[in-house]
T-cell receptor, first 114, second 113 residues
Framework: NAGVMQNPRHLVRRRGQEARLRCSPM?????VYWYRQLPEEGLKFMVY????????ESGMPKERFSAEFPKEGPSILRIQQVVRGDSAAYFC????????????FGSGTQLSVL | DAKTTQPPSMDCAEGRAANLPCNHS???????VYWYRQIHSQGPQYIIH???NNETNEMASLIITEDRKSSTLILPHATLRDTAVYYC??????????????FGSGTKLNVKP
């Protein structure tokens, strides 16, 4: 049973380009979370998704960032017109969506903006 | 925002027990306490969680005070590989089965030989 899969592991973009980060949850999991981690800091909540539904996006910047979790396929975190400040590790986690179930994390995507 | 407070760092001698404290004074009756750890830059790893009873698994023990306002994670025999940042989390119940998990700054545990 594969764990949470994130790709790519490393992504390099130039300022102004778009970054697309993918997350495939564990089999049977219908809830996905995205977190961002800057160097030497803790994980910051960004968005919480159920299939075809955004549950909570209170941690997402209002501009340039969007997330989706379609009925089929992985969850996508999209960052448009990237800036150097977007450089960070982005972690995805999934859960079965039952009350008080634990999260399972992927290995993260390290985004570097040149 | 995280509902928990933890010391920023702790040291522990290899082979000794590591006791990591966490305060969660605003926890509500049906919210669980979770512990995760992050080794280097890897994805966080689940350790243990509990509601009000003490819990033990192959990795650690979790002691929750009777008033549930604080807890302690115990690693009974710390090894160098336990050096990591340990996060104590109380999930934020939104509605139905929706839980939101906020990570605070965690405790950096340094296990020394």
């Amino acid at each position: 049973n594969a764990g949470v899969m994130q790709n790519p592991r490393h992504l390099v973009r130039r300022r102004g380009q778009e970054a697309r980060l993918r997350c495939s949850p564990m089999k049977g999991h219908s809830h996905v979370y995205w977190y961002r981690q800057l160097p030497e800091e803790g994980l910051k909540f960004m968005v919480y998704l159920q299939k075809e539904n955004i549950i909570d996006e209170s941690g997402m910047p209002k501009e340039r960032f969007s997330a989706e979790f379609p009925k089929e396929g992985p969850s996508i975190l999209r960052i448009q017109q990237v800036v150097r400040g977007d450089s960070a590790a982005y972690f995805c986690a999934s859960s079965p969506g039952q009350l008080n179930e634990k999260l399972f994390f992927g290995s993260g995507t390290q985004l570097s903006v040149l | 925002d995280a509902k928990t407070t933890q010391p920023p760092s702790m040291d522990c001698a290899e082979g000794r027990a590591a006791n990591l404290p966490c305060n969660h004074s605003t926890i509500s009756g049906n919210e669980y306490v979770y512990w995760y750890r992050q080794i280097h830059s890897q994805g966080p790893q689940y350790i243990i969680h509990g509601l009000k009873n003490n819990e033990t698994n192959e990795m650690a023990s979790l002691i929750i005070t009777e008033d549930r306002k604080s807890s302690t994670l115990i690693l009974p025999h710390a090894t160098l590989r336990d050096t990591a940042v340990y996060y104590c989390i109380v999930s934020d119940l939104l509605r139905d089965n929706f839980n939101k998990f906020y990570f605070g700054s965690g405790t950096k545990l340094n296990v020394k030989p």
